[in-house]
């Protein structure tokens, strides 16, 4: 079996790459990253090909004022142009995955090549994620229009042109199928995380500090964990929020000044000593596909608190290992904060059943034996 990946940027699409070249299976990737940063995650640099206008444009552009970003949106145009030239370095192929928005014609070539097209989709439906989103940006007076409209409608065309569409959690796929996708084209591979990168290490106090990691972003839910960590005013604790900040929450920030201790963007290489150093992880993200976080939490020895629309209850078990809480609820998200903080030693103990869950069967190498399982079976019964 030979598979082409195809991503405009990096995603899991590294991780992805690197499993199919253990197995043999790996024909090409095709990346905006250059092939000595590709080369770090153990990808031979002969299976590489780099196409960097897109990474070096989208950079350049966040460097600009404020002032001419807002005033172009150069989204379609970067993920358009990349798409455009993969799709002319596509090689024969048995399966070509290709990343959401920047595979329309990366997949009607594998098309006319012959091969099997799966998008990967890391996200709910693109119209369910934006009916979410925008609630609750509206929810605090804002309008929601950060996405091209013409990705949108990129994106919708990816979804009828694709042989399967590859999502990592039920909460993902419920999505496509409340949207009308059949089934049957539904793939759904959860992510994995690096075991040798995240485990647990000695925690130096007796605070009892929740942890959240990711994009200070409205859609990450963050305002609901300020909000109930704020209300429990627990003693001896903490709330860590560890990300890049975003403008639209900005204000959420200013509420709360004083009740949480913000770090801003950590390298990932970085980001274990932080989770060691806490007790819970909270992801109440409204529109999440499977935010990479989770995993990498657990894996670092912390219970997870997690919404259903995080993706998260793939691997969280509701009880064991941490609770599944539905979207937005602030008191149900208090109410367990105060379970493990009354409870330490139930707390610890949902922390190393959280260990032992991503342990058997959450690593990267369990992702990629998933992911040709089902690429296999594809082929299988395509005959």
Known sequence: MRVTVSVGGRFHAFYLARELQRHGALRRLITSYPRFEVAKYGISKALVRSLVFKEVLARGWQKLPRMLRQAYNPQFLLHEGFDVLASRHLEPSDVVVAWSSFGLHTLRRAKAMGAVGVLERGSPHMLREQALTREVYEEQGLRFNRTHPRIIEKELQEYQ???????????????????????????????????????????????????????????KGVQ???????????????????????????????????????????????????????????????????????????????????????????????????????????????????LLYRDPELCRHMGRQARERVKEGFSWRDYGQRALQCYRRLLDARG
């Open 224 to 338: 609901y964990l300020l909000r109930a960590f704020s209300e429990l005013r627990l003693a001896r604790a903490e709330l860590l929020l560890v990300g890049g900040l975003t403008e639209e929450i900005r204000p959420v920030f200013r509420r709360y000044e004083g009740l949480f201790r913000w770090v801003g963007h950590v390298p990932q290489r970085e980001l274990n000593r932080y989770y060691a150093q806490g007790s819970v992880f909270v992801m109440m993200g409204v529109a999440e596909g499977l935010a990479m976080v989770q995993p990498q939490a657990m894996a670092a020895g912390l219970p997870g608190i997690c919404s259903r629309n995080s993706g998260g209850e793939d691997i969280v078990r509701d009880g064991i290992d941490g609770f599944v809480i539905p979207s937005r609820d602030t008191e149900a998200l208090k109410e367990k904060l105060l």
């Open 161 to 219: 042109e694709a042989h399967f569409i590859c999502v990592p959690s039920q909460f993902a796929k419920r999505s496509f199928l409340q949207e009308g996708v059949p089934e049957e084209k539904l793939l759904c591979v959860p992510y994995g995380v690096d075991l040798g990168e995240f485990y647990p290490l000695p925690k130096q106090d007796s605070i009892f500090r929740v942890v959240y990691a990711g994009s200070m972003a409205l859609e």
